[in-house]
C-alpha cells in the first residue's frame, strides 16, 4: 500500500481507504452481520488501508465501525466523520447541534478523538453561514483533543457550481485542512480549480464516489455514453457504443474499474481514495489496482480529451 500525506494535517494515509457509505452503507442493505463487517475492516487493516470514512446518517455505520475496530490500537487508524449541518427550512439551527453531533459519533466510533471532522454537503451558499455560526464551536472541540482537524465533504449529486469548495478555499483557505470530493473518469470537473487550489494551499483531498453507479454498470455506462454522444458532448465515433471504455482494459488494468481506481488516484492533489465496498474479493481488486496508482499516459490523454469539458456528475 502506497501512502501519502494529507495536506496540512500531516497524516499520513493510505492511498485507498474505506468508506461505510455508498449504496451498500458497509452492507448494511446486504444484510451483512456484524462478524463480516468485522472481517471486511480486519482485512482493510491487513492490506494497510489505515483512513475509514463514515458519517452520522450512514445508518449505523458508526456504531458498527466502532466495534469492528475495537482492540486495534488507536494510532493504527485514522477516522473521518461529518456532520450535516441544517440546511432545509431555516439554515441557521443551533450551533451546540454540532457539539452534540461529535458526542453521539464518539459514542459509537467508541473512541475518544475523531481525526477529521466534516460539514457534510457544504453548497456555497451556505459557506458564510457555516463559518460564523459552527465554526466556533467546532474549535471548542479542536482545543479539548475531541476533533483533530477540520473540513468539509460535497454534494456529487448536483451542479458541480453549486458546491462550497471552490467559493470556500478562495474566501478562506486557511480554515479548511482537508476536502472530500468527487474527481473521476467520468467527473473531472474538479480538475479545473479545486484540485489546483488545494495544491496551492496544502489542503488534503479525499476522492468520494469516485467508481460509483455508472462505471461498475456496463449498461449504465454505456447509455451514459450514448446521451453524451446524442448531445454532441462526446464525437459519435469516439468510443464503441458497446463496452465503451473496454480499450482500457491493458498490462496491468484488469477492468473498467481498475481504470478507474488508477484515474482518481492519478493526480498530486489528490491523498485517498475512498472506497465503499462491503465485498471482500471486490476490496483485494481495488487494492491490487492502486499497486501502480497511475494509467498509460496515452489512455489518460485520452480520457481527458473525450471527458474533461463535461460539466456534470455521473
Request: proline share 5%; charged share 25%.
Amino acid at each position: 500500500m502506497q501512502y501519502r500525506t494529507l495536506g496540512r494535517t500531516g497524516l499520513k494515509v493510505s492511498l485507498l481507504s474505506q468508506g461505510t457509505g455508498g449504496p451498500s452503507q458497509f452492507g448494511q442493505k446486504r444484510g451483512l452481520l456484524q462478524a463480516e463487517q468485522n472481517r471486511l475492516i480486519r482485512r482493510c487493516l491487513d492490506l494497510g488501508i489505515n483512513l475509514f470514512d463514515t458519517h452520522e446518517s450512514y445508518g449505523e455505520s458508526e456504531a458498527i465501525l466502532g466495534r469492528a475496530l475495537q482492540g486495534v490500537p488507536r494510532d493504527d487508524y485514522i477516522l473521518v466523520t461529518k456532520w450535516a449541518y441544517p440546511r432545509d427550512g431555516d439554515p441557521t439551527g443551533d450551533p451546540e447541534e454540532l457539539a452534540r453531533s461529535v458526542e453521539r459519533s464518539l459514542r459509537r466510533l467508541n473512541t475518544d478523538h475523531i481525526d477529521v471532522m466534516l460539514f457534510h454537503g457544504l453548497l456555497a451558499e451556505h459557506h458564510d453561514m457555516v463559518v460564523e455560526r459552527y465554526m466556533p464551536v467546532l474549535e471548542r472541540l479542536r482545543e479539548h483533543g475531541l476533533v483533530g482537524h477540520r473540513g468539509f465533504s460535497l454534494r456529487y449529486f448536483i451542479d458541480p457550481a453549486q458546491c462550497g469548495a471552490t467559493a470556500g478555499l478562495k474566501k478562506a483557505p486557511d480554515l479548511w485542512d482537508v476536502i472530500m470530493l468527487k474527481y473521476g473518469i467520468l467527473n473531472q470537473y474538479a480538475e479545473r480549480e479545486m484540485l489546483p487550489l488545494a495544491l496551492e494551499h496544502n489542503i488534503g483531498i479525499l476522492n468520494m464516489a469516485a467508481v460509483r453507479i455508472k462505471l461498475p454498470n456496463p449498461q449504465l455506462l454505456a447509455e451514459t455514453i450514448a446521451d453524451w454522444k446524442s448531445r454532441g458532448l462526446v464525437p459519435q465515433n469516439a468510443l464503441a457504443d458497446a463496452n465503451p471504455l473496454d480499450w482500457l482494459i491493458h498490462d496491468d488494468v484488469e477492468s473498467v474499474i481498475a481504470a478507474a481506481y488508477k484515474f482518481a488516484a492519478d493526480h498530486p492533489a489528490i491523498t485517498s481514495v475512498i472506497t465503499g465496498t462491503s465485498n471482500l474479493d471486490h476490496l483485494e481488486a481495488n487494492v491490487r489496482a492502486m499497486e501502480n496508482p497511475a494509467l498509460d499516459p496515452a489512455d489518460r490523454a485520452r480520457l481527458e480529451r473525450l471527458f474533461g469539458h463535461i460539466v456534470e456528475y455521473a
